[in-house]
T-cell receptor
Framework: AQKITQTQPGMFVQEKEAVTLDCTYD???????LFWYKQPSSGEMIFLIY??????QNATEGRYSLNFQKARKSANLVISASQLGDSAMYFC?????????????FGQGTILTVHP | GAGVSQSPSNKVTEKGKDVELRCDPI?????LYWYRQSLGQGLEFLIY????????KSGLPSDRFSAERTGGSVSTLTIQRTQQEDSAVYLC???????????????FGPGTRLTVL
């Protein structure tokens, strides 16, 4: 079974509008962390935001927020006021404490295109 | 401060040759990770180092792959007798280490693009 599922292969958004990128996860470990990374066409992986499984509030970092719904096992990324520079591939990833807590397991990614 | 650096940025080799990929982590980061990114397989974990030891090598796809880390710093990923299916971008990441409530963020290098002809 897929541990991280990103169901949107591609998303389009108009500049200055908000967009939500979906991520669902599967784990029986009560202790885990969820991450979003951005990968522009240049290839580098850029950390955006993190949410811990015990965090009571949704994480926010500037224009990025993470809509964490623990019971639904979803961790959607919300980008407010999209900019042309937000066009990139976005990956959702998870660490689980119980199984080799070092590694990240990634979803397949969502390509976001921001139109002017 | 300096980020994670990787060398070479590109490597083209012939099938059957050995290659070495290098990763220099962020100073002070005790944990180091190797991942592989390919079109067919997405992003796959290969190996994780804490200090010089590798508590998790579960992602190494075959015994042709090995990695070492010396002095708790630089790491080398070696692929012996390369095959065409080894063609991918190899990404290295580093972090402070430990669980940190799940939030031990991994910072990635620019990657090495390996092409096996």
């Amino acid at each position: 079974a897929q541990k991280i599922t990103q169901t949107q292969p591609g998303m389009f958004v108009q500049e200055k509008e908000a967009v939500t990128l979906d991520c669902t996860y599967d784990t029986s470990d009560p202790s885990y962390g969820l991450f979003w990374y951005k990968q522009p066409s240049s290839g580098e992986m850029i950390f955006l935001i993190y949410q811990g499984s015990y965090d009571q509030q949704n994480a926010t970092e500037g224009r990025y927020s993470l809509n964490f719904q623990k019971a639904r096992k979803s961790a959607n990324l919300v980008i407010s006021a999209s900019q042309l520079g937000d066009s990139a591939m976005y990956f959702c990833a998870m660490r689980e404490r119980g199984t080799s807590y070092g590694k990240l397991t990634f979803g397949q990614g969502t390509i976001l295109t921001v139109h002017p | 401060g300096a980020g994670v650096s990787q060398s070479p940025s590109n490597k083209v080799t012939e099938k059957g040759k050995d290659v070495e990929l290098r990763c220099d982590p962020i100073s002070g980061h005790t944990a180091l990770y190797w991942y592989r990114q390919s079109l067919g397989q997405g992003l796959e974990f290969l190996i994780y180092f804490q200090g010089n030891s590798a508590p998790d090598k579960s992602g190494l796809p075959s015994d042709r792959f090995s990695a070492e880390r010396t002095g708790g710093s630089v790491s080398t990923l070696t692929i012996q007798r390369t095959q065409q299916e080894d063609s991918a971008v190899y990404l290295c990441a580093s972090s402070l280490g430990g669980w940190r409530g799940g939030g031990d963020t991994q910072y990635f290098g620019p990657g090495t693009r390996l092409t096996v002809l």
